[in-house]
């Protein structure tokens, strides 16, 4: 069974800004010492629903085969 491919872009995106989130918290939080809840953690929250919606709408369509 294969997803549809909007899907699999929304999916892909998904992880691809869920892993930016997660090096920009650990970053954060290795060079500067402090938690990086609340602000950055919060901040990328909102920023993930707008990152997945701009990745998988922008992303090239794909066709069933």
């Known amino acids: 069974m ?3 491919p ?3 872009d929304t999916l892909a995106a998904l992880l ?3 892993l930016l989130g997660v090096v ?5 939080w290795l060079l500067t010492g402090i ?3 609340p602000f950055v953690v919060l901040g ?3 920023g ?3 990152g997945v919606a701009a ?3 922008c992303s090239p369509r794909r066709r069933r085969p």
């Open 44 to 46: 990328e929250t909102g």
């Open 48 to 50: 993930l629903g707008f």
């Open 6 to 8: 909007l899907i699999e």
């Open 55 to 57: 990745l998988a709408l």
């Open 24 to 28: 920009v918290a650990l970053l954060y």
């Open 16 to 18: 691809a800004t869920s």
């Open 35 to 37: 938690s990086p809840w």
């Open 2 to 4: 294969r997803l549809d």
